[in-house]
């Protein structure tokens, strides 16, 4: 698998090219995501924060991290948004329609919030502390899209 996503976004006339590489932290947590539908996190050795997606070093601690956790699915909003105006999304490069939710979502086992899109196929589910699931893309790309969006859980 590829360390490296690459896009353009055209705008009229213009187009930028977009090029970042997830790194080995990264890149183990989308092969989880794609090949076992498992969401991973790493776990600092000092303080003991697990961190959704993971990274090498704990922000707190500023410690090498090597020991991978699963956390989720499931989780709870921890903040949202609903966006009613369209926007070229920068890590997929296409529109997306309009209103969508947006959320920080602190996963099941995990410390740190992970953002991803909510379902809003009822607004009155979508509160802060209300439980959600992730919905899977049938087609596995091996990066943040195998991750549909988040629903949220009735209680």
Do not use: W
Request: positive net charge; proline residues 6%; glycine residues 10%.
């Amino acid at each position: 698998m590829s360390q490296t996503e690459h896009m353009i976004i055209h705008s009229k006339e213009g187009t930028q090219p977009f090029r970042y590489a997830v790194g080995m932290h990264g890149s183990f947590f989308f092969q989880q995501l794609r090949d076992h539908r498992k969401l991973m996190g790493i776990k600092c050795p000092s303080c003991k924060k697990v961190y959704v997606p993971p990274r090498g070093v704990c922000g707190s601690c500023y410690v090498k991290m090597n020991e991978f956790v699963e956390v989720g699915p499931e989780g709870k909003i921890e903040t949202y948004t609903i966006l009613r105006y369209a926007f070229i999304d920068p890590e997929t490069g296409e529109q997306k329609p309009v209103p969508y939710g947006y959320g920080f979502i602190r996963l099941d086992g995990a410390d740190t919030l992970f953002q991803h899109y909510i379902s809003i196929d009822d607004e009155s589910k979508i509160k802060i502390g209300a439980r959600v699931k992730p919905y899977f893309s049938l087609e596995k790309k091996g990066n943040i899209k195998d991750i549909l969006y988040f629903q949220v859980v009735d209680p």
